[in-house]
T-cell receptor, first 109, second 116 residues
Framework: GQNIDQPTEMTATEGAIVQINCTYQ??????LFWYQQHAGEAPTFLSY??LDGLEEKGRFSSFLSRSKGYSYLLLKELQMKDSASYLC??????????WGAGTKLIIKP | IAGITQAPTSQILAAGRRMTLRCTQD?????MYWYRQDLGLGLRLIHY???????GKGEVPDGYSVSRANTDDFPLTLASAVPSQTSVYFC???????????????FGAGSRLTVL
C-alpha cells in the first residue's frame, strides 16, 4: 500500500529552527508537496520538490531525497503565526496526490 | 477576489437525508477535486474532475456523487447521509491536465458536515 509518515505533533520556540520530516512509500513518484493549514482554515501551498536537493523560499526550505523516500520542511526564525499543521503529499504514478496526516506545530514564546 | 467558494460553511444533517455541497471557482482551472479531512487521517480524495464534462472516482467515493456541467461548478452530493460521513469537506482546483508537474491546489474554506 501507499504510505506517508509524518510526526503527529512538534513543539518549538519562537525564533528557533524546526525540521518536520516526511517519509513516503508510494507507487511511483511525480513530486512532493508541502502545504500549511492553520486551524479551521484551508490548506495553502508552501513548496514543491521533484528533484533531489534543497529548495529555499524565504524562511522556509524543503529538501528531497528520492532514493531514501524522504523529505523535510525546515522553518527558520519561527514566528507565532507559524503555529499550524504542515501537510506532506506525494504525487504517485497515477498523478494522484497521497497525503500524510499532517504535523501539528506548536510555537511557544 | 479570485478563489473557490464553498457552501454551506457548516451543516447538521439527519441520517438518511440528501445533501449537496456546492463549490464554485473563478480561476478557470481545468481540474477540481473533493476531499474529506478527518482527525488523524490525511486528506482523502472522494471524486475529481480533470475537465468539464468528465469525473473520476478517488480513494473514498462510496456514498458520494459529483457532476461537472461547466468549468466553474463542482457540486458534491450525498444521496443518503450516514454518520460516518461526518467530516470537513474541502473543494480544490488546479490548472492540472491530470498529468505530472507542479499543479498547485487551491482549496476552498471547507464545509463542516455533521450527520446525526
Amino acid at each position: 500500500g501507499q504510505n506517508i509518515d509524518q510526526p503527529t505533533e512538534m513543539t518549538a520556540t519562537e525564533g528557533a529552527i524546526v525540521q518536520i520530516n516526511c517519509t513516503y512509500q508510494t507507487s511511483g513518484f511525480n513530486g512532493l508537496f508541502w502545504y500549511q493549514q492553520h486551524a479551521g482554515e484551508a490548506p495553502t501551498f508552501l513548496s514543491y520538490n521533484v528533484l533531489d536537493g534543497l529548495e529555499e523560499k524565504g524562511r522556509f526550505s524543503s529538501f528531497l531525497s528520492r532514493s531514501k523516500g524522504y523529505s523535510y520542511l525546515l522553518l527558520k526564525e519561527l514566528q507565532m503565526k507559524d503555529s499550524a499543521s504542515y501537510l506532506c503529499a506525494v504525487k504517485d504514478s497515477n498523478y494522484q496526490l497521497i497525503w500524510g496526516a499532517g504535523t501539528k506545530l506548536i510555537i511557544k514564546p | 477576489i479570485a478563489g473557490i467558494t464553498q457552501a454551506p460553511t457548516s451543516q447538521i444533517l439527519a441520517a438518511g437525508r440528501r445533501m449537496t455541497l456546492r463549490c464554485t471557482q473563478d480561476m478557470r482551472h481545468n481540474a477540481m477535486y473533493w476531499y474529506r479531512q478527518d482527525l488523524g487521517l490525511g486528506l482523502r480524495l472522494i471524486h475529481y474532475s480533470n475537465t468539464a464534462g468528465t469525473t473520476g472516482k478517488g480513494e473514498v467515493p462510496d456514498g458520494y456523487s459529483v457532476s461537472r456541467a461547466n468549468t466553474d461548478d463542482f457540486p458534491l452530493t450525498l444521496a443518503s447521509a450516514v454518520p460516518s460521513q461526518t467530516s470537513v469537506y474541502f473543494c480544490a482546483s488546479s490548472d492540472s491536465d491530470g498529468g505530472p508537474g507542479a499543479n498547485v491546489l487551491t482549496f476552498g474554506a471547507g464545509s463542516r458536515l455533521t450527520v446525526l
